[in-house]
């Protein structure tokens, strides 16, 4: 695989990651700045680390996990952890999200993740190098079934995913958890939302759900201090 040595946050972290296919972006920074201070959190699903390593510079407290099934990319988040000196707070677990081992079960104060987007035989290819990434292993309320099923009880839960999926998000997590946040992300004002940021907490059943007005990415100065590594305002 080639890879290309790349900086994240204005150049305030380092990540390798492939030259082509999936490669750290917009929703993995916003992913990272909507994340709050926790003692252990993990990533389900990091990659080479795009929203991971971001996040591990800017909560500096905590303690991350990443959880990666494809072991070259494991391998590169796993470098980008040596590359920023986060050797003592962050490791990279090799595994499926399908098949977690029981002692992680309610393990985790906060379980984040930018799920693949499509199902195998209801998309078109993805694109060399970008099966991982894209093609879901599993269905969308197995994915949040075992994001849940690894934080503790009250433990929150972040998601970026589609705007289009919004609905099955909200499915899978009815009855599982609460306090639950929905931050739409559009391209400008009055543009329907690509993407939509999650938060819930788990085992919190009752209490509105509360959806945001959102995050505009032609908003300049807004996407310009997260990018820079200031936490999102989910407002």
């Not at 992680?104 to 984040?112: K, P, Y």
């Not at 694109?127 to 894209?134: E, T, V």
């Not at 075992?146 to 499915?171: C, D, N, S, Y």
């Not at 559009?186 to 788990?202: D, H, S, T, W, Y």
Request: hydrophobic content about 45%; proline content about 6%.
């Amino acid at each position: 695989m080639k890879t290309t040595r790349d900086t994240l946050l204005g150049g305030r972290v380092s990540i390798e990651q492939p030259a082509e296919g999936f490669r750290a972006g917009t929703d993995s920074i916003l992913l990272a700045a909507s994340l709050p201070e926790v003692d252990l959190a993990l990533e389900a699903g990091c990659g080479a680390g795009g929203a991971l390593l971001p996040a591990a510079w800017r909560l500096g407290e905590s303690r991350f996990v990443g959880l990666e099934r494809d072991t070259e990319m494991a391998d590169l988040a796993r470098a980008g952890v040596a590359l920023n000196g986060f050797e003592a707070r962050c490791e990279i677990e090799t595994g499926n999200l399908a098949d977690l081992p029981r002692a992680w079960e309610n393990r985790f104060d906060l379980v984040f993740s930018n799920p693949p987007f499509f199902e195998p035989g209801r998309t078109s290819a993805p694109g060399a190098g970008k099966d991982a990434a894209y093609l879901e292993s599993l269905t969308t309320e197995d994915w949040i079934r075992q994001m849940l099923f690894a934080a503790r009880p009250k433990g929150w839960l972040v998601v970026i995913h589609r705007a289009a999926e919004l609905a099955g998000l909200l499915t899978a997590l009815d009855r599982r958890a609460g306090e639950i946040t929905i931050l739409p992300i559009r391209p400008r004002a009055g543009a329907p939302a690509k993407r939509v940021l999650i938060r819930a907490r788990k085992g919190l059943r009752r209490g509105p759900v509360t959806l945001l007005d959102g995050l505009r990415l032609d908003d300049a100065e807004r996407l310009d201090s997260v990018m820079a590594g200031k936490s999102l305002d989910w407002a």
